[in-house]
């Protein structure tokens, strides 16, 4: 069974600092995908990568999956308390990339503190 | 352009009756997910459809559970004789074909 293992999994900053999260597997996966979650709502998708050793940046998100394609990371610089939600990273299992099935790690509770 | 819509936002069942959550899928979509997730977890995929077609129930609960994608109306899902380990946040996605998954706003179900 392939998994995805999330650290931290609660996180509680100061407004102004940096904060990095992870997301690791022992299994290759096609791509990762990275959500954000507000209490009460649905994932909404921060973004996909595909290619090992990728890096994409999406404002003060920096999104990095592994050569391997076994690991990612989220690097938030000068968080804001807006960023504070619960951070997913997912993938589509081994053998299943036709059907669009999603494994999810556990999450990552961000809180960012005024 | 109307995102994924799921109803209710919030059930209350007591154990032993029966739960319908529904999902209308963005506009354009024919294939649905559904995800159930725990309070502070990660989802877990249940179930992918495609209309009128179950494609992948590998993480469905062989009993209680059902789920469907009619030719006409929203995808349905099912729970009868629910009880207390069944309360969670069951999420419904969808997407066109082995594109991106869209999640709606999730139906919370408390079973008392």
């Known amino acids: 069974t392939q998994l995805l293992e999330q650290s931290p999994q609660f996180l509680s900053i100061q407004e102004g600092e940096n904060l990095t999260v992870y997301c690791n597997s022992s299994?290759?996966?096609?791509?990762l995908q990275w959500y954000r979650q507000e209490p009460g709502e649905g994932p909404v998708l921060l973004v996909t990568?595909?290619?090992?050793?990728e890096v994409k940046k999406l404002k003060r998100l920096t999104f990095q999956f592994g050569d391997a394609r076994k690991d990612s990371s989220l690097h938030i610089t000068a968080a804001q308390p807006g960023d504070t939600g619960l951070y997913l990273c997912?993938?589509?299992?081994?053998?299943?990339?036709?059907?669009?099935?999603?494994?999810f790690g556990q999450g990552t509770t961000l809180q960012v503190k005024p | 352009n109307a995102g994924v819509m799921q109803n209710p936002r919030h059930l209350v069942r007591r154990r032993g009756q029966e739960a319908r959550l529904r999902c209308s899928p963005m506009?354009?979509?024919?294939?649905v997910y559904w995800y159930r997730q725990l309070p502070e977890e990660g989802l877990k995929f249940m179930v992918y459809?495609?209309?009128?077609?179950?494609?992948?129930e590998s993480g469905m609960p062989k009993e209680r559970f059902s789920a469907e994608f009619p030719k006409e109306g929203p995808s349905i899902l099912r729970i009868q004789q629910v009880v207390r380990g069944d309360s969670a946040a069951y999420f419904c996605?969808?997407?066109?074909?082995?594109?991106?998954?869209?999640f709606g706003p999730g139906t919370r179900l408390l079973v008392l």
């Open positions: 996605a969808s997407s066109a074909m082995g594109e991106t998954q869209y």
């Open positions: 299994s290759v996966f096609s791509s």
């Open positions: 990568v595909v290619t090992g050793g």
């Open positions: 997912a993938g589509p299992p081994h053998g299943s990339s036709n059907t669009g099935k999603l494994i």
């Open positions: 506009k354009g979509h024919s294939h």
């Open positions: 459809l495609q209309k009128e077609n179950i494609i992948d």
